[in-house]
C-alpha cells in the first residue's frame, strides 16, 4: 500500500513581504510612542533643569510643541511610501527608507520612517521611469483604518511608472469624504510638489480649478518651509487666511496631522478686529470702501494732520528759560517729514528731537548732562506737548476715520481728484441715508456704529500710524474675493516676508472680486509673484466638471477649464415639484452610500430646508458646527467656498443665481463641491449655461 504525502500550501512571496511591511510599522509605531514618551518625561522635569524661569518658560513651551507633535492617531498611516535605492546612486546606494509624515528613529537613532519633507523623499514625488532619480523601486502602501492592507511596486528601473493608473493613489484621491479635510502627503503630483517644495523667499500665486488640490497645495507648503526653516519661522510665525469660520474649521486638522501644530488661522476680519462691526453698509457704500483708492485718500487725511511752526518754543526751567526758534523747529519737522516714518513714530521722533535742542542748551549753560528725570519732565512740559499738539497731534485710527465721515470739507481735500463728490457723499451719508440702513455715524468715534468695510479701513488708518507686526510666510486661501484693501491689510503683515496665495477667478463672487491675479499681486504688494496654474482635478469626476465648466463661458474670467482624471462619480439633473420633499427623498438616498452629504441652497431657503429634514427624522449639521453623529449638513451657498463632500444635493440653482450680482460664480462653487456624486434639483428652469 503506497502512501502518498499530503500537499502542504506554501507561503506566497507578497504574503511574507505583506508581513514584513506590517512588522515594520507595528515597530515604527512603537518607536514613536517611545520617542513621546521621552518628550513627556523631559515636558515633566524641564522646570527642574532650567537655570531661571524665563528658561524654564522657553524649554517648557518647546516640550510641549514636541509633544504634540509627536502624537500618533493610528486610523492615519505611519508611512505611506518606501524607497529603494539602486547601486547607481552614489549617495543612497542600497539603501531603503520608508516615508511618512513624520521621522520616527530607533533607540540608535537610526531612521525607521523619514518625514516626507526630507531631502531624500523629493524622490517619492519627483521621481519616473525617464528620470528614475537614483531609485530602483518605488513602493506605495494600502491602507484600511491605519492598518496596511496592499502595496504596489514601481521599478523605475525597469521602466515602469503606473502614474495616475496606480490602484492605490486612485484609491486614496477617490476615498469617501468624512469629516474635516485630510493631508495629501501620500498623493502628492509632481506639479503639485513643485509647488510645495518652493524656497520661502518665493511667492507664488496658484491659479487653480476645482479639485486640482490647491489649498492641500497651500498647507503643504506651509509644513515644508517650517520644516526647512524651523527656527526663522517659529520666531516671525506662519498665518494662514481662509474665507471664513467654516472653511478653517474645515481645513483645521491638515497642518497638525503633519506636525505643525503652531501656524495660526485667521480671516481676515480676525485681522482687523479693532473695532466691534455693528452695522451693515449698503453695498454701493461697501464696494466704495474696498477701493483701492481709499488707501491714498487716507494718507493724505494723515499727512493733512502735520503743520508747521508758527512760533519758537519757550521752556521754563527754573532760574533759565530755553527757547528754540522757528528756523530749527521747520527744519525738525521737515527732516522728520521726509524719513517717511509711521505717523505716531514720527511724533515721538519730533517730541525727541526738540528735549534733544534743549538738552543741548541745558548742557552748554551747565557744562554737564542733565538727567534722566530732567529729560522726561522737558518732553511732558506744557510749551513742548502744546507745539507737538501743533505741528503733530496725536491721531487714533478710528478717530482719523471718524473725522473724515463727519467732516466733509476735510475728506474733500483729502479725496480731491480721487473721489467724485457724489462718492464723497456716499462715505459721508449725506446722499445715501446711511440711518435707514442701520449704519450710522456717532458723535464721537467710539459711539459710531461700524461697518466691516470701515474695520478694514480703520486697520489701513493704523498701518499709516504705526508699524505693523509681520508673519515670515502668509498663506491666503479662496484669494480671489479679497478686495484691494483688504489686500492691504495682508500685505502689511508680510512685508518682509513671502506669500502663497490660492484661488480661483471662476469662484469669485464679491463685488470686489479679482478678475487679474497681477492687480491682486500688486496690492499685496508681491508683483513680482509667479502665478501658476493647476488644471488637473484630483476631486471632482469629469461628469460633474463637464457641467459646472458650462458656466465658465458666462462668468467673463481668463482661466483655462478645468479637466478630470476621474471616470467615476454621477450627476443627475432633477426637475421636480416638491423641492422640500424631493430634498428629504434624496438624502435618504445618499444615506445608502459612504461619505459626507451637503445639502446646499440660497442662504434664504436654508432654515426651511433644514425644518423638512428635521420633520423626516434626519439629523442635520450646520455651517456653524457639527452635530455630533451628523452626516448631512445643510448649507448656504454664500458659505461653501472651498468645502468638499461626497454628495452634493444642489437646491434650486436659479435661486442661487438670482440671490446675488455674481450669482452665476456662486452656483459655479456649489457645483464644483462634489467629489462622488452631485444631485441637481430644481422646479425653476435651469440658468441658461446650463440649458
Known sequence: MSLHAQEIPQPHPLDDELAAERAHLTRSRAALHRMRERAEALFATGDKVAGDAYTAEQLGRHLARRVAELADDPRTPLFFGRLDFGDADAEHAGRRYHVGRRHVTDERGEPLVLDWRAPVSRAFYRASARDPQGLAVRRRFGFGDGKLTSFEDEHLDRGEELGTASRILTAEIERPRVGPMRDIVATIQPEQDELVRAELADSICVQGAPGTGKTAVGLHRAAYLLYLHRERLRRSKVLVVGPNRAFLGYIAAVLPALGEV????????????????????????????????????????????????????????????????????????????????????????????????????????????????????????????????????????????????????????????????DEQSLLTGTGTGRTRTGTGVGRTAKATRWTAADAVLIDEAAGLLERSTGYGHVVIDEAQDLSPMQCRVIARRSEHGSLTLLGDLAQATAPWAATDWRESLRHLGKPDATVVPLTIGFRVPAAVLAFANRLLPALAVDVPPAESLRGDGTLEVRTVTDLAGATVAEVRAALTHEGSIAVIAADAAVDELRAALAGAGIETATADGPAAGARVTVMPASLVKGLEYDHVIAVEPAAIVAAEPRGLHRLYVVLTRAVSRLSVLHAEPLPAPLG
Open 262 to 421: 503652531e501656524v495660526e488661522q485667521a480671516t481676515v476680519e480676525d485681522l482687523v478686529h479693532r473695532v466691534p462691526v455693528r452695522a451693515v453698509d449698503p453695498p454701493a457704500v461697501a464696494t466704495l470702501k474696498h477701493d483701492a483708492r481709499m488707501a491714498e485718500v487716507l494718507r493724505r487725511a494723515v499727512d493733512a494732520y502735520v503743520g508747521e511752526p508758527a512760533e519758537p518754543v519757550l521752556v521754563s526751567d527754573g532760574s533759565f528759560r530755553w527757547r528754540i526758534g522757528l528756523e530749527p523747529l521747520h527744519r525738525l519737522v521737515r527732516d522728520t517729514r521726509a524719513e517717511l516714518l509711521p505717523y505716531a513714530v514720527g511724533r515721538d521722533r519730533v517730541r525727541a528731537r526738540v528735549v534733544g535742542l534743549l538738552q543741548r542748551q541745558a548742557e552748554a549753560r551747565r557744562a554737564e548732562s542733565p538727567s534722566d528725570a530732567w529729560l522726561r519732565r522737558m518732553s511732558r512740559s506744557k510749551p513742548v506737548t502744546g507745539f507737538l499738539d501743533a505741528v503733530w497731534p496725536a491721531l487714533t485710527p478710528d478717530g482719523l476715520l471718524h473725522a473724515l465721515y463727519t467732516d466733509p470739507d476735510r475728506l474733500a481735500r483729502a479725496a480731491d481728484g480721487l473721489l467724485t463728490p
